[in-house]
């Protein structure tokens, strides 16, 4: 009954910017992690950036400093700012939640993706 709806995706130009949202709706009792992974064609899934349950992000070494996760609590809704965008950014970026329903103290839930392009 979740849904994660991610938005902001497109085509820039090496150096430009991007933000991504995601939104999560549904019968959600409570959120434990939003964040962001990744994944180029031929690739497998790799994390972007996903805060830990401490309050520190985990960002991926080849984005630190570039891209900045936030998240509105009040509208379930996680984003990422990307900025000094390369090509090798380019891929399918997807939202996960780590959300508690009445199903499950704990279960795993992804959007379908936007697509970045960044052409050199």
């Known amino acids: 009954q979740v849904q994660l709806v991610e938005s902001g995706g497109g085509l820039v130009q090496t150096g430009g910017s991007l933000r991504l949202a995601c939104a999560a709706s549904g019968s959600i009792l409570g959120i434990n992690a939003m964040g962001w992974y990744r994944q180029a064609p031929g690739k497998q899934r790799e994390l972007v950036a996903v805060p830990t349950n401490g309050g520190v992000t985990n960002y991926a070494d080849s984005v630190k400093g570039r891209f900045t996760i936030s998240r509105d609590n009040a509208k379930n809704t996680v984003y990422l700012q990307m900025n000094s965008l390369k090509p090798e950014d380019t891929a399918v970026y997807y939202c996960?939640?780590?959300?508690?329903?009445?199903?499950?103290?704990?279960?795993?839930?992804w959007g379908k993706g936007t697509l970045v392009t960044v052409s050199s």
């Open positions: 996960y939640a780590d959300i508690i329903t009445r199903l499950g103290p704990r279960m795993d839930y």
